[in-house]
């Protein structure tokens, strides 16, 4: 595999504003024109459409199953066969998750059925999963990014952490895409409610699921080194080194003080002097201290970012300015001393900058913020 150049910004770092997918993606090799009530491999009614990807439509369905009516998300993906092979690998690695787990007691989508469409666009390959609520993101959002209540923040991290210690231990992927729009609630916010906030169920009523699995990869067998989005990439891929399982547990420490505060943790910008890329170089540097020697004599990167005495080539030592992750929690924003210390005695090991070394979920699930 090719050393993974991250100037060249992947699909995963363009904006998605959009309400809706591109009309004009619909022909052959395209989506597949689902309509409301149509059935699905003689079983699965359409109902309303629950989002859209780059790769599909997804839609609820109803369906029969031992005579009860059950729902389920339907996802009809596009019928070239770059998105047909690519869909198969995510069917494969939804059954090693929905296998391993019986009791569904990881926190993980999982799949229902999988079966291909004949349609006039071409043949679609479809995935049926449980249905989740709204996203992370969205009750983000509800807390007007402000971040979300202590108690519930807790609760959802650490059942993140339960999904990615099963992931990585029991099924052997990487999810690789970990961020809020890919964690699903067992609630749906309607942001036009009045009472806005008395959607959200106290915090031992929360139940999340990991989802969007189309980006995971096997720990034995990766299909791509471009993972992560821009602000959830860990500095072993930026720096086109080894990456590994720990690479979700970085991109979940950044979720988990998104969390609290509603702002990204990272959020590297381009200016005319720089590269995204650089000013994430000196946001890590800025919050974590300085990239080891080692990782950056490995990086294929070296010459294009670093100095021979290991600064960064575009932004000077002498632009930057440290701010410790407990004090921006204490100082910005106004978390006590005590949870500030106890937030960053979680989140600094996540951020380990050495992969080696880094916290396993595992060992972040020991941690006594979870008591
Ligand atoms: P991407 O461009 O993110 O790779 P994709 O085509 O692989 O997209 P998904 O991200 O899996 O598709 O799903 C698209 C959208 O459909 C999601 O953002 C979400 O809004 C909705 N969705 C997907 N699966 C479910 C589900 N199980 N329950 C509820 N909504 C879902
Ligand atoms: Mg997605």
Avoid at 8 to 17: G, I, T, W, Y
Wanted: glycine content about 4%; overall charge negative; proline content about 4%.
């Amino acid at each position: 595999m090719e050393p993974y150049d991250d100037e060249n910004d992947s699909l995963s770092d363009m904006d998605e504003e959009d309400d809706v997918e591109d009309i004009n993606d619909y022909h052959y090799g395209g989506y597949h024109k689902v309509e409301i009530g149509e059935v699905f491999n003689k079983k699965y009614i359409v109902k309303t459409k629950l989002g859209w990807g780059h790769f599909s439509t997804v839609w609820l369905v109803e369906f029969q199953n031992n005579g009860k009516v059950e729902q389920g998300a339907l996802k009809v993906v596009r019928s070239a066969q770059k998105y047909t092979e690519t869909a198969r690998d995510e069917i494969e690695i939804l059954k090693t998750i929905s296998n391993n787990d019986p009791l569904k007691k990881c926190y993980c989508l999982h799949l229902i059925d999988s079966f291909q469409h004949r349609g006039l666009n071409g043949i679609h390959m479809c995935i049926v999963t449980e249905v989740g609520g709204s996203n992370l993101l969205s009750l983000i959002k509800l807390y007007h990014y402000h971040g979300i209540p202590l108690e519930i923040t807790k609760e959802i991290s650490r059942q993140v952490l339960v999904a990615l210690n099963y992931l990585h231990n029991k099924c052997s992927l990487i999810h690789t895409d970990l961020k809020p729009e890919n964690v699903l609630l067992n609630f749906v916010i309607d942001h036009n409610h009045i009472k806005r906030r008395n959607q959200v169920p106290p915090a031992n009523n929360i139940k999340v699921m990991l989802a969007d699995f189309g980006n995971a990869n096997w720990i034995e067998k990766r299909f791509t080194n471009d993972i992560q989005t821009r602000q959830y990439r860990c500095p072993e891929v930026m720096l086109g080194l080894h990456w590994g399982c720990p690479a979700d547990v970085w991109s979940h420490a950044c979720m988990i003080f998104e969390l609290l505060t509603g702002d990204f943790l990272f959020a590297p910008k381009q200016t005319t002097h720089y590269s995204k890329v650089e000013d994430h170089f000196a946001q890590f540097i800025e919050l974590l201290g300085p990239i080891p020697r080692n990782m950056i004599d490995n990086s294929p990167y070296k010459r294009k970012y670093f100095t021979n005495d290991y600064g960064l080539k575009k932004i000077p030592n002498n632009q930057l300015s440290y701010w410790p992750l407990d004090m921006v929690l204490r100082d910005k924003y106004k978390f006590s001393e005590h949870d500030s210390k106890q937030i960053s005695s979680l989140l600094l090991p996540m951020l380990d900058y050495n992969e080696l070394t880094r916290a396993s979920a595992a060992q972040c699930l020991t941690h006594s913020w979870f008591n």
